[in-house]
Nanobody, 118 residues
Framework: QGQLVESGGGLVRPGGSLRLSCKAP???????????MGWYRQAPGKERDLVAT???????NYADSVKGRFIISRDNSKRMVYLQMNGLAPEDTAVYSC?????????WGQGTQVTVSS
């Protein structure tokens, strides 16, 4: 029920863009639709930080560091959540993990590496 599978990470030059995807292949559709979804990231030697969340109603919340550059979205019919990342900078380098919260229970994906470097 809790499996989350991320994809879309990779190496990109500063100023570039990436789109991360997260799929919940084993989650019942109604449960997914009623889950808060989000993305966190963890850079080497640092704590895991919130990047963005999206509520069941589609309301979004972003870390100040990514506002205006990143966009989170979801497609409940596909059990998918996305993170469009634009204007990437070296400080965005991290492992990005997908997150789902349903009735107070947290689920995490394995993460996908994003490296921003010239």
């Amino acid at each position: 029920q809790g499996q989350l599978v991320e994809s879309g990470g990779g190496l990109v030059r500063p100023g570039g863009s990436l789109r991360l995807s997260c799929k919940a292949p084993t989650t019942i559709l109604s449960v997914f639709s009623n889950s808060v979804m989000g993305w966190y990231r963890q850079a080497p030697g640092k704590e895991r930080d919130l990047v963005a969340t999206i509520s069941t109603a589609g309301s979004t919340n972003y870390a100040d560091s990514v506002k205006g550059r990143f966009i989170i979205s979801r497609d409940n019919s596909k059990r998918m959540v996305y993170l469009q990342m634009n204007g990437l900078a070296p400080e965005d380098t991290a492992v990005y993990s997908c997150y789902r919260n349903w009735r107070g229970i947290d689920f995490w994906g394995q993460g996908t590496q994003v490296t921003v470097s010239s």
